[in-house]
């Protein structure tokens, strides 16, 4: 994470991301989507996956949950990340977020694609927390396999 003034810039965005929970409410339309569980400390989420007419192209994010700023921050730059993006890149940026979590601290070559959310890379050193930060990603993998189920 390199110098105390990123990590000091990290982590704001971290916390701003939790209080401002972008995409937060359920679409009351029938999406995609799946609900995870942190049994561990009790976070969860359901998110639905909101495409447009064609199927191919994220319209939105649409998430509730309760949880950590940790999870919360995790779901809400998630919801930043895909607005736009055709789905079939989804699976990539996920790859990337998990190999992140998977660093230990030692963060990935190439960040830039995640966004805001290579801010969570801290997170990585704390192998209790991973499963906090990935359970938005998680959810957004089971919106999708259902979406293909349909």
């Known amino acids: ?14 916390l701003e991301a939790s209080k401002q929970k972008h995409g ?11 609900h995870q569980l942190n049994p561990t400390c009790g976070d969860e989420i359901t998110l ?11 319209e939105k994010l649409a998430w509730e949950g309760q949880g950590c700023s940790i999870s919360m921050a995790s779901a809400s730059l998630l919801t930043d990340l895909t607005a736009g993006l055709p789905v079939a890149e989804l699976p990539e940026r996920i790859g990337l977020f998990r190999e992140l979590m998977q660093s230990k601290g030692a963060g990935i070559e190439d960040d830039e694609p995640l966004g805001d959310a290579a801010a969570l890379e801290g997170v990585s050193r704390y192998i209790a927390r991973v499963k906090c930060a990935m359970l938005a990603w998680t959810a957004l993998e089971g919106a999708m396999m259902e979406s293909a189920a349909k």
Do not use: C, K, W
């Not at 994470?1 to 971290?14: D, F, H, K, R, T």
């Not at 639905?48 to 192209?57: I, N, R």
């Open 24 to 34: 937060f409410g359920l679409r009351p339309e029938d999406h995609p989507s799946n």
């Open 48 to 58: 639905q996956l909101v495409t447009d007419a064609s199927g191919e192209t994220v």
């Open 1 to 14: 994470m390199g110098s105390p003034e990123l990590a000091s810039l990290y982590q704001q965005v971290i």
